[in-house]
């Protein structure tokens, strides 16, 4: 079953919520409540809590500017960086408390990121982007040489390139090669942000494969932020939509793909067929689940 948003107020925005029940399993990674705040003032995230449990993929859908990268950033802990913080909620990943700690400490407890944009090495080949990946773990040569035969099975494209400069590389190679950067690094979550973008149809279709191919053979879990809603709830088990910093519906990624509320407003599509930009404007500001 999906959620709803909480009632609105006069200005649209969803009244504050009731303490959430108590359980007595905790969640793999579980984010609650937090807000962000840009330069001492700019809020962001407004309230958003998020649940991902061991071994499943998540999708975080929303438009551009609907606050995906700033949430996956607030896991990561890479807002400060950004002159970014967060000044409420907390985060916690296997029962731990994450949002104090470093960048680097969270990837050696096993949480990955993989930006938007890719942002490959440019000038480094693609094997040596990939060896980067390893760089937090202390390991032989030979356990060195067993991940990256993983990688490449995974993406047999980038064997074939293993020794080309990845500045020259193609779109959807960065892509497998973020990815597979972020594999060397053993990851027990991947938080993946916009794999779709810029990217052909069937070049996207199979970096999705992959995702659930690392999800049920090596059980890496994702939080993948993506607009492609479409796509995105056809790979995922779960799903939260995002609309400017706050979280208005959520459930199984199965109930929210024949949702009309969403088909309507991100596909353009209701049981009357495709609607026009027109219609899709109007719907907009007269959204259901703000109502």
């Known amino acids: 079953m999906f959620r709803r948003s909480r009632p609105a107020n006069a200005h649209g925005f ?5 303490p959430a029940a ?7 990674l579980s984010v609650n409540n937090i807000e962000v705040i840009y330069d001492h003032v700019i809020l962001v995230l407004k309230g ?3 649940q991902v449990e061991e071994g499943s993929i998540v999708a975080l859908l929303g438009a551009n500017g609907a ?3 700033t949430t996956l950033k607030a896991i990561s802990n890479l807002l400060r960086a950004e002159r970014g ?6 985060i916690e990943f296997m029962g731990q408390r994450v949002d104090q700690r470093t960048p680097n400490e969270l990837v050696r407890m096993g949480v990955c990121q993989v930006m938007e944009g890719r942002h490959c090495f440019q000038h480094l080949t693609v094997e040596e982007n990939l060896l980067t990946g390893a760089f937090t773990r202390s390991i032989s040569r030979a356990d060195l040489k067993a991940d990256l035969e993983l990688v490449y099975t995974y993406f047999p494209r980038l064997k074939e390139r293993r020794g080309s400069q990845s500045g020259y590389t193609s779109g959807g190679e960065q892509q497998m090669t973020a990815i597979g950067r972020a594999l060397m690094a053993r990851p027990k979550m991947i938080l993946l942000d916009e ?10 279709e199979e970096i999705f494969e992959i995702v659930r191919d690392l999800n049920t053979k090596e059980r890496v ?8 809603t479409m796509v995105a709830l056809r790979f995922a088990d779960y799903g939260y939509i995002l609309e400017n910093g706050r979280v208005v519906m959520d459930g199984a990624a199965q109930d929210l793909a024949q949702n009309e509320d969403v088909k309507e407003f991100y596909l353009g599509l209701s ?18 689940w703000l109502a």
């Open 22 to 28: 108590k359980t007595d399993v905790a969640s793999y």
């Open 48 to 50: 958003v809590s998020l």
């Open 221 to 228: 879990s994702f939080l993948l932020a993506e607009q492609n």
């Open 271 to 288: 049981t009357a067929g495709r609607k026009s930009f027109r219609d899709v404007k109007h719907y907009r500001r007269r959204k259901r």
């Open 195 to 204: 794999p779709s973008m810029g990217l052909a149809p069937q070049l996207v």
């Open 85 to 90: 913080d967060v000044t409420k909620g907390t």
């Open 67 to 69: 606050g995906k990268t």
């Open 14 to 18: 969803p009244m504050p919520a009731a």
